[in-house]
């Protein structure tokens, strides 16, 4: 089992839509987790960190974190093109805080 | 620039040479980080240093794989006798709290 875990996608919404990214993680000793967004040929930028129980909500972010299940998420509303890129959830972990990364989720957001 | 330098943005070289990197961290942070991310994968941890030493490795780095930061400000990764599994987006990131981040990374195509 990988340690992070997402849907690979393709994920497509129209325009003006809710986009939901979601993410599950093995280590339960896991504290902080980050959606990164990575356009083609780009490194990835940071959207947001979570590490409480519950929503983070960030203009049109929302970070979800569920650690009894082992679950985080992210909420895109209303959609826009621009969107369009690989999402990536990241957990930091080990003595050196180092990010794991899961495969990412490609989002194409449709005009 | 603020931000996380890395040169040069693209390398080309045969099989078989050695190549070098270098990676410029925001002056502030005394966290570095080198991953690799190939296609269609999330980013993957390979080394760790706070200030100059190297703390942390991972089982990625091969021993044709050596990285230093002299003096705890730049850092280099230098593969040497390259193989074509060694092609893909090598990134620095470097961290003050939990904040992560990256350069625009070193794309290496191995031919």
């Known amino acids: 089992q990988k340690e992070v875990e997402q849907n690979s996608g393709p994920l497509s919404v129209p325009e003006g839509a809710i986009a939901s990214l979601n993410c599950t993680y093995s280590d339960r000793g896991s504290q902080s987790f980050f959606w990164y967004r990575q356009y083609s040929g780009k490194s990835p930028e940071l959207i947001m960190f979570?590490?409480?129980?519950g929503d983070k909500e960030d203009g049109r972010f929302t970070a979800q974190l569920n650690k009894a299940s082992q679950y985080v998420s992210l909420l895109i509303r209303d959609s826009q093109p621009s969107d369009s890129a690989t999402y990536l959830c990241?957990?930091?972990?080990?003595?050196?805080?180092?990010?794991?990364f899961g495969s990412g989720t490609q989002l194409t957001v449709l005009p | 620039d603020t931000g996380v330098s890395q040169d040069p943005r693209h390398k080309i070289t045969k099989r078989g040479q050695n190549v070098t990197f270098r990676c410029d961290p925001i002056?502030?942070?005394?966290?570095l980080y080198w991953y690799r991310q190939t296609l269609g994968q999330g980013p993957e941890f390979l080394t760790y240093?706070?200030?100059?030493?190297?703390?942390?490795k991972s089982r990625l780095l091969s021993d044709r794989f050596s990285a230093e930061r002299p003096k705890g400000s730049f850092s280099t990764l230098e593969i040497q006798r390259t193989e074509q599994g060694d092609s893909a987006m090598y990134l620095c990131?470097?961290?003050?709290?939990?904040?992560?981040?990256f350069g625009s990374g070193t794309r290496l195509t191995v031919v």
């Open positions: 990241a957990v930091n972990a080990g003595s050196a805080r180092q990010l794991t």
């Open positions: 002056s502030e942070h005394n966290r």
């Open positions: 990131a470097s961290r003050e709290g939990l904040g992560y981040t």
């Open positions: 979570i590490y409480s129980n």
């Open positions: 240093f706070q200030n100059e030493a190297q703390l942390e």
